[in-house]
Protein backbone atom coordinates (compact mmCIF):
# COMPACT_ATOMS: atom_id res chain seq x y z
CA UNK A 1 0.00 0.00 0.00
CA UNK A 2 1.64 3.37 -0.94
CA UNK A 3 0.82 5.69 2.24
CA UNK A 4 1.01 9.46 2.51
CA UNK A 5 2.54 11.66 5.05
CA UNK A 6 -0.10 13.37 5.61
CA UNK A 7 -3.02 14.57 8.01
CA UNK A 8 -5.70 14.96 5.83
CA UNK A 9 -4.65 11.53 4.15
CA UNK A 10 -4.63 9.65 7.73
CA UNK A 11 -8.57 11.38 8.00
CA UNK A 12 -9.84 9.70 4.72
CA UNK A 13 -8.19 6.76 6.11
CA UNK A 14 -10.06 6.72 9.19
CA UNK A 15 -13.57 7.86 7.58
CA UNK A 16 -13.29 4.52 5.28
CA UNK A 17 -12.49 2.19 8.50
CA UNK A 18 -15.54 0.44 9.04
CA UNK A 19 -14.47 -0.12 12.62
CA UNK A 20 -14.50 3.74 13.42
CA UNK A 21 -17.09 3.46 15.45
CA UNK A 22 -15.71 1.37 17.80
CA UNK A 23 -13.44 4.37 19.07
CA UNK A 24 -16.56 5.72 20.85
CA UNK A 25 -17.40 2.69 23.19
CA UNK A 26 -13.64 3.02 25.00
CA UNK A 27 -12.76 5.50 28.02
CA UNK A 28 -9.56 7.38 26.95
CA UNK A 29 -7.18 8.77 29.87
CA UNK A 30 -6.17 12.52 29.71
CA UNK A 31 -3.35 14.40 30.88
CA UNK A 32 -3.93 18.64 31.16
CA UNK A 33 -7.63 17.44 30.13
CA UNK A 34 -6.38 16.20 26.94
CA UNK A 35 -7.21 12.69 25.69
CA UNK A 36 -3.66 10.97 25.14
CA UNK A 37 -2.70 9.15 22.13
CA UNK A 38 -2.95 5.91 23.80
CA UNK A 39 -0.46 3.23 22.18
CA UNK A 40 0.16 0.87 25.13
CA UNK A 41 -2.79 -1.86 24.36
CA UNK A 42 -0.28 -4.16 24.55
CA UNK A 43 0.35 -3.77 28.66
CA UNK A 44 -3.01 -2.75 29.61
CA UNK A 45 -6.01 -2.32 26.87
CA UNK A 46 -8.62 0.52 27.57
CA UNK A 47 -11.51 0.66 29.44
CA UNK A 48 -14.99 -0.24 27.58
CA UNK A 49 -17.50 2.30 28.37
CA UNK A 50 -19.74 -0.38 29.18
CA UNK A 51 -17.63 -2.00 31.84
CA UNK A 52 -19.22 0.10 34.53
CA UNK A 53 -22.74 -1.51 33.32
CA UNK A 54 -21.77 -4.69 33.08
CA UNK A 55 -20.17 -5.12 36.42
CA UNK A 56 -22.84 -2.76 38.18
CA UNK A 57 -25.49 -5.40 36.89
CA UNK A 58 -23.41 -8.11 38.64
CA UNK A 59 -23.24 -5.86 41.86
CA UNK A 60 -26.80 -5.58 41.71
CA UNK A 61 -27.35 -9.15 41.44
CA UNK A 62 -24.90 -9.75 44.45
CA UNK A 63 -26.80 -6.21 46.73
CA UNK A 64 -30.38 -8.29 45.26
CA UNK A 65 -29.80 -11.93 45.57
CA UNK A 66 -27.05 -12.56 47.96
CA UNK A 67 -26.28 -16.31 47.90
CA UNK A 68 -29.43 -17.28 45.79
CA UNK A 69 -27.07 -14.87 42.91
CA UNK A 70 -25.46 -18.44 42.15
CA UNK A 71 -28.85 -20.21 40.42
CA UNK A 72 -31.01 -17.42 40.45
CA UNK A 73 -31.36 -13.98 37.91
CA UNK A 74 -30.94 -13.18 34.22
CA UNK A 75 -27.15 -14.62 34.25
CA UNK A 76 -26.80 -16.78 37.28
CA UNK A 77 -23.10 -16.77 38.33
CA UNK A 78 -23.15 -20.83 38.27
CA UNK A 79 -23.26 -20.89 34.46
CA UNK A 80 -21.81 -17.34 33.58
CA UNK A 81 -18.81 -18.72 32.58
CA UNK A 82 -20.58 -20.61 29.59
CA UNK A 83 -21.74 -17.63 27.76
CA UNK A 84 -17.85 -15.98 28.13
CA UNK A 85 -17.22 -19.29 26.73
CA UNK A 86 -19.18 -19.17 23.33
CA UNK A 87 -17.40 -15.54 23.21
CA UNK A 88 -14.25 -16.48 24.00
CA UNK A 89 -13.73 -19.41 21.10
CA UNK A 90 -13.91 -17.00 18.17
CA UNK A 91 -10.78 -15.44 19.05
CA UNK A 92 -8.47 -18.17 19.45
CA UNK A 93 -10.02 -20.47 16.95
CA UNK A 94 -11.10 -23.10 19.20
CA UNK A 95 -14.55 -24.69 20.07
CA UNK A 96 -16.26 -23.52 23.14
CA UNK A 97 -15.84 -26.76 24.82
CA UNK A 98 -11.95 -26.15 24.60
CA UNK A 99 -11.49 -22.83 26.36
CA UNK A 100 -12.39 -21.91 30.23
CA UNK A 101 -12.03 -18.18 31.51
CA UNK A 102 -10.59 -18.59 34.94
CA UNK A 103 -7.65 -17.67 37.44
CA UNK A 104 -4.43 -15.40 35.95
CA UNK A 105 -2.19 -16.17 33.76
CA UNK A 106 0.49 -17.46 35.16
CA UNK A 107 -1.78 -19.65 37.58
CA UNK A 108 -2.86 -21.01 34.39
CA UNK A 109 0.59 -22.04 32.83
CA UNK A 110 1.41 -23.57 36.21
CA UNK A 111 -1.97 -25.37 36.41
CA UNK A 112 -1.62 -26.68 32.48
CA UNK A 113 2.03 -27.79 33.04
CA UNK A 114 0.78 -30.16 35.64
CA UNK A 115 -0.80 -31.76 32.71
CA UNK A 116 1.12 -31.50 29.59
CA UNK A 117 5.31 -31.41 31.46
CA UNK A 118 5.24 -35.02 31.96
CA UNK A 119 8.83 -35.25 32.57
CA UNK A 120 10.70 -39.11 32.57
CA UNK A 121 14.27 -40.50 32.26
CA UNK A 122 14.21 -40.49 28.70
CA UNK A 123 12.03 -36.80 27.97
CA UNK A 124 12.54 -34.16 30.33
CA UNK A 125 13.62 -31.26 28.31
CA UNK A 126 11.74 -27.98 27.63
CA UNK A 127 12.06 -25.91 24.76
CA UNK A 128 11.32 -21.71 25.09
CA UNK A 129 12.04 -18.66 23.13
CA UNK A 130 15.45 -16.76 24.54
CA UNK A 131 14.15 -13.87 26.37
CA UNK A 132 10.18 -15.22 27.25
CA UNK A 133 8.58 -12.72 29.19
CA UNK A 134 9.99 -13.62 32.77
CA UNK A 135 6.69 -15.21 34.50
CA UNK A 136 6.81 -17.58 31.92
CA UNK A 137 10.63 -18.27 32.50
CA UNK A 138 9.94 -18.57 36.60
CA UNK A 139 7.37 -20.49 35.97
CA UNK A 140 9.33 -23.35 33.95
CA UNK A 141 11.99 -23.15 35.69
CA UNK A 142 10.04 -23.76 38.73
CA UNK A 143 8.22 -26.51 37.32
CA UNK A 144 11.62 -28.35 36.06
CA UNK A 145 13.02 -27.88 39.92
CA UNK A 146 9.63 -29.13 41.20
CA UNK A 147 10.12 -32.46 38.98
CA UNK A 148 13.54 -32.93 40.03
CA UNK A 149 15.52 -31.43 37.48
CA UNK A 150 18.03 -28.83 36.99
CA UNK A 151 16.84 -25.65 34.52
CA UNK A 152 20.36 -25.97 32.98
CA UNK A 153 20.00 -29.46 31.74
CA UNK A 154 16.10 -29.36 31.25
CA UNK A 155 15.52 -25.84 29.11
CA UNK A 156 16.68 -24.91 25.83
CA UNK A 157 16.29 -21.63 24.95
CA UNK A 158 16.23 -21.11 21.16
CA UNK A 159 18.18 -17.60 20.79
CA UNK A 160 17.87 -15.12 17.56
CA UNK A 161 21.27 -15.08 15.56
CA UNK A 162 24.21 -12.53 15.91
CA UNK A 163 23.22 -9.53 14.85
CA UNK A 164 19.83 -9.74 14.63
CA UNK A 165 16.50 -9.78 16.98
CA UNK A 166 13.97 -11.96 15.69
CA UNK A 167 13.58 -15.71 15.74
CA UNK A 168 13.96 -17.60 12.51
CA UNK A 169 11.07 -20.33 12.05
CA UNK A 170 14.09 -22.94 10.56
CA UNK A 171 16.50 -22.24 13.46
CA UNK A 172 13.41 -23.17 16.05
CA UNK A 173 11.99 -25.99 14.10
CA UNK A 174 16.13 -27.51 14.22
CA UNK A 175 16.25 -27.10 17.51
CA UNK A 176 13.27 -29.54 18.36
CA UNK A 177 14.50 -31.81 15.74
CA UNK A 178 18.01 -31.70 17.56
CA UNK A 179 16.55 -32.94 20.77
CA UNK A 180 13.67 -34.89 19.17
CA UNK A 181 14.82 -37.82 21.61
CA UNK A 182 14.64 -35.75 24.76
CA UNK A 183 11.81 -33.39 24.31
CA UNK A 184 8.66 -33.46 26.56
CA UNK A 185 7.60 -30.15 25.85
CA UNK A 186 7.43 -26.78 23.58
CA UNK A 187 6.22 -24.05 25.27
CA UNK A 188 6.50 -20.43 23.43
CA UNK A 189 5.01 -16.98 23.15
CA UNK A 190 2.44 -16.87 20.95
CA UNK A 191 3.79 -13.34 20.34
CA UNK A 192 7.09 -11.89 21.62
CA UNK A 193 6.62 -9.15 24.33
CA UNK A 194 9.76 -7.30 23.50
CA UNK A 195 9.92 -7.57 19.78
CA UNK A 196 6.51 -7.99 18.67
CA UNK A 197 6.86 -11.13 16.54
CA UNK A 198 4.44 -13.37 16.11
CA UNK A 199 5.76 -16.88 15.96
CA UNK A 200 4.72 -19.64 13.25
CA UNK A 201 2.45 -21.13 15.54
CA UNK A 202 1.35 -23.74 12.99
CA UNK A 203 4.94 -24.82 12.04
CA UNK A 204 6.28 -24.72 15.50
CA UNK A 205 3.45 -27.02 16.46
CA UNK A 206 3.71 -29.67 13.82
CA UNK A 207 7.70 -30.46 14.24
CA UNK A 208 6.94 -30.88 18.08
CA UNK A 209 4.49 -33.51 17.40
CA UNK A 210 6.61 -34.90 14.99
CA UNK A 211 8.96 -35.94 17.41
CA UNK A 212 6.57 -36.93 20.08
CA UNK A 213 6.29 -34.06 22.09
CA UNK A 214 3.51 -31.75 23.38
CA UNK A 215 3.14 -28.22 22.23
CA UNK A 216 1.94 -25.04 24.53
CA UNK A 217 2.09 -21.74 23.91
CA UNK A 218 1.16 -18.85 26.09
CA UNK A 219 -0.92 -16.14 24.21
CA UNK A 220 -0.66 -12.91 26.55
CA UNK A 221 0.57 -11.03 23.49
CA UNK A 222 -1.55 -12.94 21.11
CA UNK A 223 -5.06 -13.83 22.04
CA UNK A 224 -7.26 -10.52 20.73
CA UNK A 225 -4.09 -9.11 18.57
CA UNK A 226 -3.76 -11.63 16.11
CA UNK A 227 -6.14 -14.34 14.16
CA UNK A 228 -4.47 -17.71 15.99
CA UNK A 229 -6.24 -21.03 15.27
CA UNK A 230 -5.88 -23.28 18.46
CA UNK A 231 -7.95 -26.23 17.83
CA UNK A 232 -6.97 -26.44 13.83
CA UNK A 233 -3.76 -26.12 14.14
CA UNK A 234 -3.60 -28.78 16.65
CA UNK A 235 -1.89 -27.27 19.25
CA UNK A 236 -2.30 -28.93 23.12
CA UNK A 237 -2.54 -26.27 25.07
CA UNK A 238 -2.78 -22.59 25.96
CA UNK A 239 -3.32 -19.93 28.51
CA UNK A 240 -3.46 -16.06 28.31
CA UNK A 241 -4.11 -12.91 29.98
CA UNK A 242 -7.41 -10.81 29.27
CA UNK A 243 -6.25 -6.92 30.01
CA UNK A 244 -4.20 -6.50 27.03
CA UNK A 245 -5.70 -6.70 23.64
CA UNK A 246 -9.08 -7.42 25.51
CA UNK A 247 -9.01 -4.77 27.55
CA UNK A 248 -11.03 -6.87 30.25
CA UNK A 249 -9.30 -4.44 33.76
CA UNK A 250 -5.46 -4.57 34.81
CA UNK A 251 -5.48 -8.39 36.49
CA UNK A 252 -8.18 -9.69 34.53
CA UNK A 253 -9.26 -13.28 33.87
CA UNK A 254 -7.31 -15.13 32.55
CA UNK A 255 -8.48 -18.17 30.29
CA UNK A 256 -6.95 -21.78 28.79
CA UNK A 257 -7.47 -24.17 26.20
CA UNK A 258 -7.07 -27.42 26.19
CA UNK A 259 -7.31 -29.70 22.79
CA UNK A 260 -10.41 -31.91 22.93
CA UNK A 261 -7.94 -34.89 21.75
CA UNK A 262 -6.93 -34.77 25.28
CA UNK A 263 -10.55 -34.84 26.87
CA UNK A 264 -10.69 -38.30 27.42
CA UNK A 265 -6.87 -39.00 28.71
CA UNK A 266 -7.20 -40.31 32.10
CA UNK A 267 -3.59 -40.52 32.12
CA UNK A 268 -3.19 -36.69 32.56
CA UNK A 269 -2.60 -34.99 36.13
CA UNK A 270 -4.27 -32.34 37.34
CA UNK A 271 -4.33 -30.28 40.26
CA UNK A 272 -8.24 -30.57 41.38
CA UNK A 273 -10.45 -28.04 42.94
CA UNK A 274 -14.22 -28.36 43.88
CA UNK A 275 -15.39 -26.06 40.70
CA UNK A 276 -13.88 -28.18 38.20
CA UNK A 277 -15.99 -31.67 39.09
CA UNK A 278 -18.79 -32.30 37.35
CA UNK A 279 -21.51 -30.04 37.48
CA UNK A 280 -24.09 -32.07 37.43
CA UNK A 281 -23.17 -33.74 40.94
CA UNK A 282 -20.78 -30.59 42.06
CA UNK A 283 -23.40 -30.33 44.94
CA UNK A 284 -23.23 -33.54 46.17
CA UNK A 285 -20.50 -32.54 47.85
CA UNK A 286 -18.58 -36.69 47.35
CA UNK A 287 -14.94 -37.85 47.64
CA UNK A 288 -13.35 -38.93 44.16
CA UNK A 289 -12.44 -35.75 42.22
CA UNK A 290 -14.80 -36.61 38.40
CA UNK A 291 -14.02 -33.74 35.94
CA UNK A 292 -16.49 -31.71 34.56
CA UNK A 293 -16.15 -32.54 30.73
CA UNK A 294 -14.38 -30.29 28.61
CA UNK A 295 -11.97 -27.65 29.67
CA UNK A 296 -13.97 -26.87 32.60
CA UNK A 297 -12.70 -29.52 33.94
CA UNK A 298 -9.57 -27.90 34.50
CA UNK A 299 -11.07 -25.25 37.12
CA UNK A 300 -10.15 -25.14 40.69
CA UNK A 301 -11.91 -22.04 42.33
CA UNK A 302 -15.07 -21.00 41.91
CA UNK A 303 -16.37 -18.68 39.33
CA UNK A 304 -15.06 -15.33 39.49
CA UNK A 305 -17.93 -13.37 38.96
CA UNK A 306 -16.67 -9.12 38.82
CA UNK A 307 -13.55 -9.94 36.82
CA UNK A 308 -15.59 -12.39 34.37
CA UNK A 309 -18.03 -9.03 34.56
CA UNK A 310 -15.36 -7.36 33.65
CA UNK A 311 -14.03 -9.20 30.30
CA UNK A 312 -17.85 -9.72 29.23
CA UNK A 313 -18.33 -6.02 28.55
CA UNK A 314 -15.17 -6.21 26.61
CA UNK A 315 -16.46 -9.40 24.27
CA UNK A 316 -19.10 -7.72 23.47
CA UNK A 317 -16.64 -4.98 21.75
CA UNK A 318 -15.11 -8.34 20.24
CA UNK A 319 -18.59 -9.75 18.81
CA UNK A 320 -19.33 -5.87 17.52
CA UNK A 321 -16.63 -6.16 15.34
CA UNK A 322 -17.47 -9.17 14.04
CA UNK A 323 -14.29 -11.17 15.94
CA UNK A 324 -10.99 -11.37 14.30
CA UNK A 325 -10.63 -11.10 10.37
CA UNK A 326 -12.04 -7.58 10.20
CA UNK A 327 -9.92 -6.86 13.49
CA UNK A 328 -6.70 -8.21 11.93
CA UNK A 329 -7.57 -6.15 8.61
CA UNK A 330 -7.27 -2.72 10.33
CA UNK A 331 -4.34 -4.00 12.60
CA UNK A 332 -2.03 -4.93 9.47
CA UNK A 333 -3.10 -1.39 7.80
CA UNK A 334 -2.75 0.32 11.36
CA UNK A 335 0.93 -1.14 11.95
CA UNK A 336 1.98 -0.93 8.14
CA UNK A 337 1.03 3.00 8.43
CA UNK A 338 3.19 3.09 11.79
CA UNK A 339 6.02 1.59 10.05
CA UNK A 340 5.98 4.31 7.27
CA UNK A 341 5.69 6.95 9.74
CA UNK A 342 8.78 6.06 11.37
CA UNK A 343 10.58 5.69 8.62
CA UNK A 344 9.58 8.76 7.46
CA UNK A 345 11.02 10.50 10.37
CA UNK A 346 14.00 8.96 9.71
CA UNK A 347 13.87 10.39 6.51
CA UNK A 348 13.54 13.56 7.58
CA UNK A 349 15.78 13.48 9.80
CA UNK A 350 18.32 12.17 7.37
CA UNK A 351 19.52 9.17 9.47
CA UNK A 352 17.83 5.95 10.37
CA UNK A 353 17.42 7.72 14.27
CA UNK A 354 14.83 4.59 15.20
CA UNK A 355 15.95 0.86 14.34
CA UNK A 356 12.52 -0.88 13.90
CA UNK A 357 13.44 -5.05 16.11
CA UNK A 358 9.65 -6.01 14.96
CA UNK A 359 9.18 -8.36 11.84
CA UNK A 360 8.66 -6.16 8.68
CA UNK A 361 6.28 -9.04 7.32
CA UNK A 362 2.69 -8.60 8.23
CA UNK A 363 1.86 -11.90 8.95
CA UNK A 364 5.29 -12.16 11.23
CA UNK A 365 3.57 -9.48 13.63
CA UNK A 366 0.57 -8.26 15.84
CA UNK A 367 -0.44 -4.78 16.42
CA UNK A 368 2.61 -3.64 18.55
CA UNK A 369 5.85 -2.11 16.89
CA UNK A 370 9.07 -1.83 19.19
CA UNK A 371 12.07 0.48 18.25
CA UNK A 372 15.47 1.41 19.56
CA UNK A 373 16.42 4.80 18.82
CA UNK A 374 20.01 5.75 18.23
CA UNK A 375 20.33 7.44 21.54
CA UNK A 376 18.49 8.94 24.27
CA UNK A 377 15.74 6.57 23.62
CA UNK A 378 14.36 7.08 27.83
CA UNK A 379 14.27 10.56 27.07
CA UNK A 380 12.50 10.22 23.75
CA UNK A 381 9.58 8.18 25.73
CA UNK A 382 9.55 10.46 28.27
CA UNK A 383 9.00 13.14 25.69
CA UNK A 384 6.30 11.24 24.15
CA UNK A 385 4.36 11.02 27.28
CA UNK A 386 4.75 14.89 28.33
CA UNK A 387 3.32 15.04 24.58
CA UNK A 388 0.49 13.19 25.43
CA UNK A 389 1.49 10.50 23.61
CA UNK A 390 1.64 7.18 25.99
CA UNK A 391 3.64 3.92 24.78
CA UNK A 392 5.68 1.97 27.03
CA UNK A 393 9.40 1.52 27.74
CA UNK A 394 11.07 -1.87 27.93
CA UNK A 395 14.29 -2.12 29.27
CA UNK A 396 17.35 -2.01 28.35
CA UNK A 397 16.56 0.46 24.99
CA UNK A 398 13.11 -0.36 23.39
CA UNK A 399 10.23 1.60 22.93
CA UNK A 400 6.79 0.22 22.24
CA UNK A 401 3.97 1.51 19.93
CA UNK A 402 0.85 0.02 19.64
CA UNK A 403 -1.85 0.83 17.77
CA UNK A 404 -4.79 -1.22 18.91
CA UNK A 405 -7.97 -1.74 16.08
CA UNK A 406 -10.63 -1.41 18.40
CA UNK A 407 -10.01 1.86 19.52
CA UNK A 408 -7.03 3.36 17.94
CA UNK A 409 -6.88 5.44 14.27
CA UNK A 410 -5.09 6.40 11.59
CA UNK A 411 -4.63 9.98 12.50
CA UNK A 412 -2.95 8.50 16.03
CA UNK A 413 -0.21 7.33 13.86
CA UNK A 414 -0.02 10.30 11.86
CA UNK A 415 0.21 12.66 15.00
CA UNK A 416 2.67 10.43 16.74
CA UNK A 417 4.92 10.78 14.09
CA UNK A 418 4.78 14.13 14.15
CA UNK A 419 5.57 14.81 17.85
CA UNK A 420 8.18 12.01 17.15
CA UNK A 421 9.99 13.97 14.77
CA UNK A 422 9.46 17.00 16.68
CA UNK A 423 11.06 15.74 19.73
CA UNK A 424 13.99 14.30 17.98
CA UNK A 425 14.79 17.30 16.27
CA UNK A 426 15.06 18.81 19.61
CA UNK A 427 16.70 16.16 21.44
CA UNK A 428 19.09 15.38 19.13
CA UNK A 429 20.39 18.66 18.21
CA UNK A 430 20.83 19.35 22.02
CA UNK A 431 22.77 15.77 22.62
CA UNK A 432 25.40 17.01 19.69
CA UNK A 433 26.26 20.30 21.15
CA UNK A 434 27.42 18.76 24.14
Not at 47 to 60: H, K, T
Not at 100 to 108: F, S
Not at 336 to 356: H, M, R, S
Amino acid sequence: MNFEHKLTYAQDLDQADPLRSLRQDFLFPKQNRKPFIYLCGNSLGLQPIAASEVLQRQLNNWENLAVEGWFEGNEPWMYYHKALKEMIAPIVGAKPVEVCPMNTLTVNLHLLMVSFYKPNAKRFKIIMEAGAFPSDQYAVESQVRFHGYDPRDAIIEVKPREGEYILRTEDIEAQIRLHANDLALVLFGGVNYFTGQWFDMEAITKVGHEVGAIVGFDLAHAAGNVPVKLHDWDIDFACWCSYKYQNSGPGGISAIFVHEKHFQDTSLNRFAGWWGYKESQRFKMEKGFVPEAGADGWQVSCTQVMPMALHHASLLLFEKAGYMEPIRTKSMALSAYLFFTIGKVNELLGDEYYKIITPNNAAERGAQVSIIAKQDGKAIFEELVVANVLGDWREPNVIRLTPVPLYNSFEDVYRTGELLLEISKRIFKTTSSK
